[in-house]
């Protein structure tokens, strides 16, 4: 009985943390400041919404109107494209939180990941309709399509923007010039990895060769 209440009550929870992102979109200010100090918000609703756009994202393919959206299947790669967005939403975290850490910025990095998949609930909301609005409306009609889908992406940077206002607790200016920067960082980010996995290939691709040596010569 003890068990099922707290399984209630956590189900009851993560529902509450969901439907607060509906808040963090319409009133980013106090709701993103309540979202973190507050702890209005949870890892498991902010996964939630990151699955929920990349099947939104991965349903644009599938059923956009070719209109708008022209696919050459045999080059797609699914695993490829959600990590696409996936790594980059990684490497912006890790990015700006190595950042902003070494200038007094007060989020943590499970507070920036989860701030910025809140952000990104108005991609689902808008795409979604996109997708159904994309098989009726004609050519001549597809500006009004393309002012739509720019809308989504303009209102999650702005939803970002003030999701590292309020958890930094930085002005303005300061946040956008470190947005700027996380980009720089996540470059780099990059760089170090390409570097990484570069080293690696090389020691391996040296132990086999002198594994296959020494068999050749046995």
Known sequence: ????????????HYLATLKYSLYCITHPMDGF??????KRGSIAAANTILIITLIVRIAQLYFTSFIFNTVYWPEINIFLYIASIVFPLALFCVGNWGLTTLFDGKGRL???YMATCYAMTPYALIRVP???????????EAEFYGVLSGLSLVWVALLIVAAMIQIHEYSVSKTVLFMIAS???????VFILLLFFSMVSQGIAYFVSMAREIMFRL
Not at 33 to 38: A, I, N, S
Not at 130 to 140: E, G, P, W
Not at 183 to 189: G, I, R, T
């Open 110 to 112: 499970p507070q920036i």
């Open 1 to 12: 009985m003890l068990a099922s209440l707290k399984k209630k009550e956590t189900y009851t």
């Open 183 to 189: 980009v720089f960082a996540m470059l780099v980010l």
């Open 130 to 140: 996109l997708i159904f609005l994309s098989n009726v409306v004609t050519v001549d």
């Open 33 to 38: 400041w309540d979202l973190t100090h507050e």
